[in-house]
């Protein structure tokens, strides 16, 4: 992705998720397993205007494209942080992809999984670790 | 005619085209998306997005629709205001910025509409844009006027193939003197770049194979002898198979760039300036 448009410091973060190199974010919430994007993502591609997303039951790998985020300037594909099957997709997001600018961490999430591999989970970054990514690309 | 013009904030192009309705009295709403208009143009892309074209630099502004018809980028729009459908064809898409307009195909359209597209690029002309205008050869009547009214900053001649391979490429009867025409006319533009893209092409037995390094000095001599020059300046370009409209031309392999060398040697038996695209 391109130079960050917003100071990394004015960024919204969420220390309750766990950060994928690619910008995506897993919440594992009792069986629920949530995925979205970071706020430095939806930053970087400005104002959404489409979100195209996969169907209930598609598989994906980690790190295999799952869809794609589209806004005037460019478009972006959003990248599997775990192996997993979709169980839900965000439908608000076909009728107000802004939701992602918005709220990414909540309102703006994107599918829930059934994990195909928990250990998975261990290999992703904490809060910091995400940071130091940033920092390192910016 | 009732339009909807989807604009970007500060973006000139919508505004001549926002100029070119009120002075023509077509009636208009506006939806910048990136105020207003956010959520309309959210709605209608959504609903469109197949016939958005996007290039390297994201989605081209204006976009008009008429509720049937979408037009995209000042070209096309002020085309489709101006004579409908009869323009189909000219203007596509381009990819240059600021106050320079490309996506301006001569020979593309309908000739018999030619006073309708000189006065488009006339309009377009008018309001300071700067414009880069193509042909094939094919129209040369229309690319004489384009001349002689001054009309192009830029102007691209792409000498697709020796003649007797231009209605094989093209897939459609050419009357092969208006190229000889074009070339003719050309040389009365300082500006005036001519190229060829080294391309596959499907010969006469249903075979495909690249043009050759001799169809190259072929169309090298018919520069020559068609502008009365062998100063031209005349580039060689790779071309990109897999974006051909032909699924068969599509599976062809590039070419590499170091492959063009024995290609521009042809050149430049007629052509002493002939070079090979950076």
């Keep these: 992705m391109a130079q960050t448009k917003v100071a990394l410091e004015e960024l919204n973060y969420d220390e309750q998720i766990s950060y994928f190199p690619e910008h995506t974010w897993v919440r594992v919430k009792e069986d629920n397993i949530t995925i979205g994007i970071s706020d430095y993502a939806q930053d970087q591609l400005g104002d959404l205007i489409f979100v195209e997303l996969p169907a209930v039951g598609d598989e994906f790998q980690r790190g295999e494209t799952f869809g794609q985020a589209e806004s005037a300037k460019t478009v972006s594909s959003l990248i599997m942080p775990i192996s997993g099957k979709v169980t839900a997709v965000n439908e608000a997001l076909e009728d107000a992809p802004d939701l992602l600018n918005r709220t990414p961490y909540q309102e703006g999430w994107i599918i829930n999984i059934e994990a195909k591999d928990m250990t998975e989970l261990k290999e992703l970054l904490t809060l910091d670790q995400y940071k130091e990514l940033l920092r390192n690309q910016a | ?278």
């Excluded at chain 2, 085209?17 to 990136?34: F, L, P, S, T």
């Excluded at chain 2, 009547?141 to 192009?152: F, K």
């Excluded at chain 2, 075979?207 to 002898?225: G, H, V």
């Design chain 2, 1 to 278: 005619m009732s339009i909807t013009i989807f604009t970007a904030t500060g973006c000139t192009r919508c505004k001549i085209v926002k100029g070119y309705m009120e002075a023509h009295q077509i009636e208009y709403v506006e939806k910048d998306m990136k105020a207003e208009g956010k959520d309309e143009f959210q709605s209608f892309y959504k609903a469109n997005r197949n016939a958005v074209f996007r290039g390297a630099d994201g989605i081209e502004f204006p976009i008009i629709t008429d509720g049937k018809n979408i037009r995209q980028s000042i070209g096309a729009a002020i085309a489709y205001l101006h004579a409908g459908q009869k323009l189909e064809g000219y203007f596509s898409v381009g990819t240059l910025h600021k106050e320079w307009v490309d996506g301006i195909h001569l020979s593309g359209g309908n000739p018999e509409y030619g006073d309708e597209l000189i006065q488009v690029l006339k309009y377009i002309k008018g309001n300071n844009m700067k414009l880069q205008i193509d042909t094939d050869g094919r129209n040369s009547q229309i690319l004489e006027r384009v001349i002689g009214e001054n009309l192009a900053d830029v102007l691209i001649m792409d000498v697709i193939a020796p003649l007797e391979l231009y209605g094989q490429i093209l897939e459609k009867e050419i009357n092969t003197e208006e190229i000889v025409k074009s070339l003719s006319f050309i040389t009365k533009f300082p500006e005036a770049k001519l190229q060829t893209s080294i391309r596959p092409v499907r010969r006469a037995d249903g075979s495909i194979s690249y043009l050759t390094p001799d169809e190259i000095a072929d169309i090298a001599k018919l520069i020559q002898e068609g502008t009365g020059s062998n100063k031209c300046r005349y580039l060689l370009k790779l071309s990109k198979p897999q974006d051909s409209n032909d699924k068969e031309l599509q599976k062809v392999a590039p070419l590499l760039s170091n492959q063009l060398f024995s290609y521009r040697n042809k050149a430049r038996t007629f052509l002493v300036f002939a070079e090979i695209e950076k």
